[in-house]
């Protein structure tokens, strides 16, 4: 039976179903996969949508997960500062910062679900330039090869400056890439009120805004925080 002959047999089957219920078990039974991979392609295209509105005026998106904002005012002045001086012309676009997602807290399980599938979409359409999170949720994008290899892309001797931060992982081909740099207690992040425990910041792999991403991160390894 082909796909053709298959779908009408589907159909009158459908129309013999008697309840609503009945009906719905059907459809999600057989066609579940299809759906669910109709429903994840919508989320992607309205999260690009959306997350390109008004974005003329930036010059990188910057993600922070779990971070305080949800409980203090923070101060973002300081991290906008870090590309100012970096080499990367900005042109007078700024920072957009998204410090709204928390994973993890009591209770939250279909929140969480939500978030991650968020966050999985922003990895996958390059819509998300620096990453930055506590230990357990950066490390779930690290398998995926969501991280650019800063090893490659930064010079080596301030990498060497900063050798008890820098934090490695292994990507899908079982290398270790050095994915990102653990945030010390008094960086900008934590003086901006943003994060009081530890956190890493990343470069998404496939960025963007890469150079951007990079000059910042250049920026603030050379002391700017």
């Known amino acids: 039976m082909n796909v053709k002959e298959q779908f009408k047999a589907d159909v009158e089957r459908y129309k ?15 066609y579940k996969y299809p759906l669910i991979a109709i429903g994840t392609a919508l989320v992607i295209i309205i999260l690009v949508i959306l997350n390109n509105i008004g974005r003329v005026k930036t010059s990188m998106y910057m993600v922070m997960v779990n971070s305080d904002a949800a409980y203090v005012e923070c101060d973002d002045s300081g991290i906008q500062a870090i590309l100012e001086r970096s080499d990367y012309e900005t042109g007078g676009k700024k920072i957009e910062i998204n410090a709204s997602y928390t994973i993890g807290s009591q209770g939250s399980t279909t929140s969480d679900m939500e978030t991650i599938q968020v966050l999985n979409a922003l990895f996958s359409i390059s819509d998300l330039d620096v990453y930055v999170a506590d230990r357990t949720y950066f490390d779930y994008f690290a398998d995926r090869d969501g991280y650019a290899d800063l090893s490659l892309l930064i010079d080596k001797e301030l990498l060497q400056k900063w050798e008890d931060n820098l934090y490695y992982v292994e990507n899908s081909a079982g290398q270790q890439v050095l994915a990102g740099i653990i945030l010390p207690n008094e960086s900008v992040f934590h003086k901006a ?22 000059a910042f991160v250049t920026e603030f390894l050379k002391g700017a925080n």
Not at 16 to 30: I, N, Q, S
């Open 16 to 30: 013999r179903l008697k309840t609503r219920g009945e009906k719905a078990a059907f459809v999600w039974d057989y």
């Open 193 to 214: 009120g943003y994060y009081h425990d530890e956190a890493i910041l990343g470069v998404v792999g496939r960025a963007d805004n890469l150079e951007a991403a990079v």
